[in-house]
């Protein structure tokens, strides 16, 4: 069974720092890429980053130059690194990929749980 489990979150002052985990339960290279999203509640959800297989990264208006994502293969672990944190990054935090099932044809979508990540002083 794919799951896909963040850690990490809590409560942190602005301008500080917290990293999350998103920790998958199979090959990170099975996914197509790696999302990290975040969401509050009655908004829309929000792409903060993502990596792709081949490593290649993109970022949220609102968050480049202060978020970097980054992987270990070797732990099947995707991190979010977050730095100088203000009180509108807060929110809960997912992470997502999909991979494909030859079996079926088809792509299936995971989440996980998520995570909440509160700035406030």
């Known amino acids: 069974q794919v799951q896909l489990v963040e850690s990490g979150g809590g409560l942190v002052r602005p301008g500080g720092s917290l990293r999350l985990s998103c920790a998958a339960s199979v090959s990170i290279g099975s996914f197509d890429s790696i999302h990290w999203y975040r969401q509050a509640p009655g908004k829309e959800r929000e792409l903060v980053a993502l990596?792709?297989?081949?490593?290649?990264?993109n970022y949220g208006d609102s968050v480049k130059g202060r978020f970097a994502i980054s992987r270990d293969n070797a732990k099947n672990t995707v991190y979010l690194q977050m730095n100088s944190l203000k009180p509108e990054d807060t929110f809960e935090y997912y992470c997502?990929?999909?991979?494909?099932?030859?079996?079926?044809?088809?792509?299936?979508?995971?989440w996980g749980q998520g995570t909440q990540v509160t700035v406030s002083s």
């Open positions: 990596i792709t297989q081949g490593g290649d990264t």
């Open positions: 997502y990929g999909k991979i494909y099932h030859s079996d079926d044809d088809k792509w299936i979508d995971y």
